[in-house]
């Protein structure tokens, strides 16, 4: 009988242990997923003339207007994950991950933020890709310190700037009278799609490749300097300025 | 005896100290002399007011004694020297050539000053399609280029550089103190997007040490040297 007790008593610890071990394992595992990639979530109300400005390090920012008076934020945080302190200051909202994380290690960051698509977009990064789409206010700006592509789909702004080091830079959207147009790399392509019957100045420059395309824009109102590295034009009237400056890279125009 | 002599002895007769023929001649003249008179009629009222010990000495005709001793006074000072004649009047008559050539100094240090101010007054927007190079130089600025009353555009050039050089030495040693702390993504990163910009910085210096002349090449060294600053200093705050 003893030897009979003892054999159950056995059986009933060996369950139990690996029942614990399970839960362990599990629990182990679930809190390692966590602490690799969280999730960050918050919503404010924003106006028409609402302003986003984002300051971040590593990873990619996709901005995207909505016909909704909310600006929605939500981010994927890579380990260690970063602080995320967004501020709301009377018609900014300003997220700075420099700032709130200063002299820490961080993860990439990436955000996808809904804004109002009458809203001012000024984003930078230090690595990373940008991406802004249907957005119609007076300022797009997306700023990338060294690599990453810059895509600016629908936009509609009578401020525009777009600069990066090494990465492609796509702008397709309306040229408004007056305004402003700039983008700037040292590698890579930049492709403008702009309508036909804008009316802007423009100065190209690609002094390395001396690949500058003007597609359906080439008319006599051009005018090639240096050899081929830089194109002035005046179309329509004149009324916008668009620079395009590629160092090593190639500029193409793109009429729609 | 004189009217001298006379106001001489006066004061000698009045202290009865004179002889008795001097004595009658004073009187005898005093007795048709009437400034004498007075004068001795003056003096013995002071010498009898003294002997009174009056404090007030009031003359008989105190009036009258003013009116002496003012005349004295005007007669005794001197006439005031005559005034230098006036100077004989300038002619100012120039000659047309003169005039021309003041006219034209004038037109001259007004435009410089002119020029001077507005040039410091109104500065020119960097993204001007239209920046300053000296195929764009006026033929007044190439004239003040070349006396060295202006920079040259690679005078400019130049001196823009070493100001971007000395902020690139500051902000890479900042970076050199920083980079340890990146991780392998940003510094590799970093690497990768400076050298990029080294190889543009390498063309157009060599394509200026070939071609100064060239402004397009200047134009873009300063756009390349302004992004190499810019990613030094934003990654110095990685």
Redo the contacts between chains.
Sequence with gaps: MPLRRENVFSRQTVVKTTMLLSVVFFFALFSGEASAQKRFSKNYPAGQNVRLRLMN??GTVTVIGWNKAQINISAELEAPAANIVPQNLSGLIDINL?RDNQDR?IGSVNFTIRVPYTAMVDIET??GNLSVTNITSALVRAHI???GAITLTNIEATNVAAEN??GDIFFDGTIREGG?Y?F?S??GSIALRIPFNASF?M?A?A??TRNISLGSFANADTNY??DG??V?GKFNGGSA?I?V?N??GTIAFLGR | MNCSDCKELIGALMDNELEATQAAAVREHLAFCAECAVVCEDLTSIVDACKNGSDEIVPPNSKALWLRINNMIESEVKPAPALPPPPARRSWGISILRFSAAVLVIAVISSTVTYFALRNYIQPPTDDFTSRSAATQTTFEKVLSKIGLVETPQQARERRMKEREAAIEYWNARVMTRRSQWDRVTREAFDRNLQVIEESVKDYTTILSQDPEDELSGEMLDAVMNDKMNLLRDFADL
Aim: glycine residues 4%; positive net charge.
């Design positions: 390090r590593t420099l290690e230090r690595i310190t060294s690599e080091t090494i402003t700039r700037s040292s590698k100045k100065m420059t002094p390395s300097l240096g590295r830089r002035l300025t620079t400056t160092q090593r």
